[in-house]
């Protein structure tokens, strides 16, 4: 059955960069979705199709996906982001989620 | 303004049957393109996709669980329902409905984005 791996966590400091992943056998060869999941929340919707955001998604969250690799990239992050982060994708008819990845930011 | 709602009994005992309703508002499961799946999330775990229900009624389940789900819609009511047979504790899990948004593309819909979720509803197991 397909797999999706993201790294447990992920540390960020207010302002810079955070990247989380998302990898997958031929994963660029399927979309990619993103969902941001804060404690005791439902999950929220942040990327869709690889690299689309929907509205009200801050400009600072994109997304790419190529090879065996996705990517969520945070720019200027700010501490509303710390959440969980899944990545997502169908593998025919069956959703697949990853395990997720915790964003921290310090 | 789309919203889900899930209900259902908050405790069941090992080995009985659970029932799910998600009651949803702001759309229609006649819609092309529309579904409604269910996720759900062991405490402290990761989201685990279970089943999913098109306007056209086709079904998908989860390859591991298929043989314990059943998906069905009430269109005249705006209700999906999930059943789950022979419940074990490793079942204990929040259950999310969710829209589902669909592209279409070469002549076929394509499942997208889980676009709105409900609020999600505690099932325990236990005896």
């Known amino acids: 059955s397909y797999e999706l791996t993201q790294p447990p966590s992920v540390s960020v400091s207010p302002r810079q960069t955070a990247s989380i992943t998302c990898s997958g056998d031929k994963l660029g060869d399927k979309y990619v979705w993103w969902y941001q999941q804060k404690p005791g929340q439902s999950p929220v919707l942040v990327i869709?199709?690889?690299?689309k955001r929907p509205s009200g998604i801050p400009e600072r969250f994109s997304g790419s996906n190529s090879g065996n690799t996705a990517t969520l990239t945070i720019s200027g992050t700010q501490a509303m982001d710390e959440a969980d982060y899944y990545c997502q994708t169908w593998d025919s008819t069956t959703g697949i989620f990853g395990g997720g990845t915790k964003l921290t930011v310090l | 303004q789309v919203t889900l709602k899930e209900s259902g009994p908050t405790l069941v005992k090992p080995t009985q049957t659970l029932t799910l309703t998600c009651t949803f508002s702001g759309f229609s499961l006649t819609t092309s393109g529309v579904a409604v799946g269910w996720i759900r999330q062991p405490p402290g775990k990761a989201l685990d996709w279970l089943a999913l229900?098109?306007?056209?009624?086709?079904?998908h389940y989860s390859p591991s669980l298929k043989n314990r789900l059943t998906i069905t819609k009430d269109t005249s009511k705006n209700q999906v329902v999930l059943t789950m047979t022979n419940m074990d504790p490793v079942d204990t899990a929040t259950y999310y409905c969710?829209?589902?948004?669909?592209?279409?593309?070469?002549?076929?819909?394509?499942?997208?984005?889980?676009?709105?979720w409900g609020q999600g509803t505690m099932v325990t197991v236990s005896s």
């Open positions: 229900i098109y306007w056209d009624d086709y079904k």
């Open positions: 869709y199709q690889n690299t």
């Open positions: 969710a829209h589902l948004t669909s592209y279409y593309e070469n002549s076929s819909y394509y499942p997208d984005a889980f676009d709105i």
